[in-house]
């Protein structure tokens, strides 16, 4: 079995100085953690793998194909391969579980 503490994971991504940390991947997902500071600019460009966040931590918002939503701690958002999609007007620190299916950078 694999199992994981999110803060576990979230001191491990810090330790590492990263904004994302890779820590599981099968042959059909990946997952990572992903950090965005307060009034940071997302850098993220669209992926070619449809994915998942889960909000830890922290409040934003996400816009997604042009459509804004409001992030919070328990928030789910669905970002479909190749949507345009950015975090922005993040008010307090993200941490964000991310799933990838299939895994992160498995598709060119």
């Given at each position: 079995?694999?199992?994981?503490?999110?803060?576990?994971?979230?001191?491990?991504?810090?330790?590492?100085?990263?904004?994302?940390l890779d820590?599981?991947?099968?042959?059909?997902?990946?997952?990572?953690?992903?950090?965005?500071?307060?009034?940071?600019?997302?850098?993220?460009?669209?992926?070619?793998?449809?994915?998942?966040?889960?909000?830890?931590?922290?409040?934003?918002?996400?816009?997604?194909?042009?459509?804004?939503?409001?992030?919070?701690?328990?928030?789910?958002?669905?970002?479909?391969?190749?949507?345009?999609?950015?975090?922005?007007?993040?008010?307090?620190?993200?941490?964000?579980?991310?799933?990838?299916?299939?895994?992160?950078?498995?598709?060119?």
């Amino acid at each position: 079995m694999d199992a994981w503490e999110v803060n576990d994971l979230i001191a491990q991504r810090a330790e590492l100085g990263e904004r994302y940390l890779d820590f599981f991947e099968s042959a059909e997902l990946s997952l990572g953690m992903y950090r965005l500071g307060a009034g940071e600019i997302d850098p993220q460009q669209p992926h070619t793998e449809d994915e998942i966040y889960y909000i830890v931590r922290g409040r934003g918002q996400i816009s997604v194909s042009g459509e804004d939503c409001p992030v919070h701690p328990g928030s789910v958002v669905f970002v479909a391969a190749g949507d345009v999609h950015r975090f922005h007007s993040i008010e307090e620190d993200l941490e964000m579980l991310v799933v990838f299916a299939p895994p992160r950078r498995s598709r060119a």
